[in-house]
């Protein structure tokens, strides 16, 4: 394996994901050699020593995407203890080469700008995108032709409602709202598979909406450039957007992981 290899890591709400990449990444969008999920409230930080075992002698580069404080302090830490030569970079907005048309750049989730990163090497020129991440929320955001970050949108992810309607309510269950591999029926026929079928197709039909309201709201972009107005093509990424990625009602493109690449190519 090349000596040039480096870790990104995307810390969200409910999971850490590690990738291991190597290369330059100078050109399309990099794939992990091999990744590592944990869980985000308390990782088993210790799997990272097995899972690097390989590497576990040679010094590394970590690129850190954070939206978990506590937990990216804690993977520090934990850095700093068991690898202390290995490079820390914890990235924020201005190290992104992505262009953000917002008034507080560093206060939009890095991983939603990341995200946006990636996209610029996967998407056709002059084509804008909708990128869709499906997490513990779900963030439906807008890149426009030129490349730029414009904003998006930003509801609670399937997870994150079931244990609304469970902790708001008296008699509703708590359901599992990881398990999304096979769409439910929209009939559901007791309480829980009621609740899983509004869970994950109101989830469908919010994306869908927002799919098609960002659409219609894309600035129109310079007649110098292209004589119309492409429809933007739709990427999506996160927990459950395997399953949601045919049910858009637009071409969709699926790549598990978007975000990790992002991180990966963000510090060129």
């Known amino acids: 394996m090349s000596e040039n290899l480096f870790i990104a890591v995307d810390i969200g709400n409910a999971r850490i994901k590690l990738g291991l990449f190597e290369g330059d990444c100078a050109a399309g969008l990099p794939e992990p050699v091999r990744t590592l999920p944990l869980l985000g409230d308390e ?21 850190i995407a954070s ?29 992104l080469p ?17 995200d946006a990163v990636a996209v610029n090497r996967l998407r056709k020129a002059s084509c804008p995108a909708v990128i869709v991440d499906v997490g513990t929320a779900v963030t439906v955001d807008l890149v426009s032709a030129e ?12 997870q994150m409602a079931a244990r609304a309607m469970h902790d708001f309510t008296d008699l509703l ?6 398990d999304f591999a096979i769409p439910p029926t929209a009939l559901g026929t007791a309480t829980a598979s009621a609740m899983r079928s509004g869970l994950f197709w ?18 129109s972009q310079k007649a110098a450039t292209v004589d119309h107005n492409p429809s933007p093509r739709v990427f999506l990424t996160g927990g459950t957007s395997a399953a949601v990625a045919e049910l858009i009602g637009r071409e969709t493109c699926h790549v598990p992981n978007l975000t990790l690449a992002g991180i990966a190519v963000s510090t060129l």
């Open 43 to 63: 990782p088993e930080l210790d799997q990272i020593g097995p899972w690097l075992a390989d590497e576990a002698s040679k010094g590394l580069a970590w690129r």
């Open 67 to 95: 939206v978990n404080r506590p937990a990216a302090t804690r993977l520090i830490d934990w850095l700093r203890e068991h690898r202390p030569e290995d490079a820390i970079v914890l990235l924020a907005s201005g190290d």
């Open 98 to 114: 992505l262009k953000v048309e917002l008034d507080r750049p560093d206060m939009v989730g890095i991983d939603r700008l990341v």
């Open 147 to 158: 490349g730029v970050f414009l904003g998006g949108a930003i509801l609670p992810g399937i």
């Open 173 to 178: 269950p708590l359901v599992d709202g990881d």
């Open 202 to 219: 109101g989830t469908v039909g919010a994306i869908r909406q927002l799919v098609e309201q960002l659409a219609k709201e894309l600035p």
